[in-house]
């Protein structure tokens, strides 16, 4: 059984100016210990369906499923008490700015305090007890006098540990951690990478990576999701996504990262802006921007095409008839 199962997400945000889709039927499933990534650009639904899961967004917000179950509990049938008691005790959640998610009128201390006090019923003098230990598995120097700091009084990256800390005071079976270094600069992005997988190691925790960078998920992930206009084209193993990409979207984010030292090769931008979510288009969400477009592709969202037990992608370019397009080629 999976630890987390949602099918058929869909998230719209009533605003001024129409229904914003931003997320348009997403299926995800994560087992105990796993960790998954999602990956696309800026917009592209992959924080708003975490966001969703957790019941993090503004009130409007318009959030349904088909399926949404943590450990076999129906999510949606929850009353919001319970609902706070699940999310609090069994998910963590990282943000990408530490500064913004932090309290700066408490302590570092209190603000880690209250959660095991709330959530757990411990006596003060145990919460700190707790505290002190997750600061030190963060490897936060002196934990106890940064207990009496504020947020503006400790680096940015010193941040990112006091917010990963928070994520795991309740040993949660599953962090979801959005974007956690990319408000860092690269040597700290590079320390606080290291810092959850080993964190991941010893606590056995799943993990979803929401990201833009495929380097974080090549270093971190076993299975990817790849998101693009609301949904999500191309889902495999990480060797799959990164070895044998089916989806031209797919291909375009991989040419346009740096390759490894030595090997000099041009990086390709993705021309053009990702399509418009008040009215997306019928067809693929790609099309404006895909280079094998076909008449076909503006007439309805593809199906995901099954490519092998955990691969599949969601492109007409799979069909039998079409043209022959395939990622080494694309590339040449
Ligand atoms: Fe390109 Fe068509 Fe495939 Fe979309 S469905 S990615 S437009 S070839």
Redo the contacts with the bound molecule.
């Keep these: 059984m999976s630890l987390l199962e949602i099918e058929n997400l869909r998230t719209t945000f009533d605003t001024h100016v129409g229904k914003v889709q931003a997320v348009r039927g997403v299926n995800l499933r994560v087992g105990e210990g796993e960790t998954v990534g999602i990956v696309g650009e800026s917009g592209c639904g992959k924080s708003v369906s975490m966001l969703s899961v957790l019941h993090l967004l503004p009130d409007y917000a318009r959030i349904s499923a088909d399926t949404m179950r943590f450990d076999g509990t129906d999510l949606t049938k929850l009353s919001p008490r319970m609902f706070r008691k699940i999310s609090g005790d069994q998910i963590g959640m990282i943000f990408q700015d530490p500064m913004t998610s932090l309290n700066p009128l408490f302590t570092i201390g209190d603000q880690l305090v209250e959660p095991l006090r709330i959530h757990k019923g411990m006596s003060k003098a145990k919460a700190r007890e707790v505290v002190l230990e997750r600061l030190r598995m963060v490897e936060i120097p002196d934990p106890e006098s940064r207990m009496k700091q504020y947020p503006h009084e400790l680096s940015g990256g010193m941040r990112q540990r006091i917010m990963i800390a928070m994520a795991i005071m309740c040993n949660p079976r599953l962090i979801i951690a959005d974007e956690p270094t990319t408000a860092l600069d690269v040597t700290i992005q590079a320390q606080i990478l290291d810092l959850l997988v080993s964190l991941q190691k010893q606590l056995g925790t799943a993990v979803i990576m929401i990201t833009h960078d495929l380097g974080v998920i090549a270093g971190m992930c076993s299975r990817v999701l790849v998101m693009y206009g609301g949904v999500v084209?191309e889902e495999g193993t990480v060797r799959e996504i990164f070895y044998e990409p089916r989806?031209?979207?797919t291909w375009g984010l991989l040419r346009s990262i740096p390759q490894k030292s030595g090997v000099k090769k041009k990086l390709v931008p993705i021309p053009g802006s990702p399509p418009d979510l008040i009215a997306p288009p019928p067809?693929?969400p790609?099309?404006a921007r895909?280079p094998?477009?076909?008449n076909?592709?503006t007439s309805a969202l593809?199906e995901m095409r099954p490519l092998s037990d955990s691969h599949c992608a969601?492109?007409?370019?799979m069909d039998e008839g079409a043209p022959k397009v395939t990622w080494e080629g694309s590339r040449a």
């Design positions: 084209v989806h031209p979207y067809g693929c790609f099309a895909c094998h477009a076909m076909v592709c593809p969601r492109c007409y370019l």
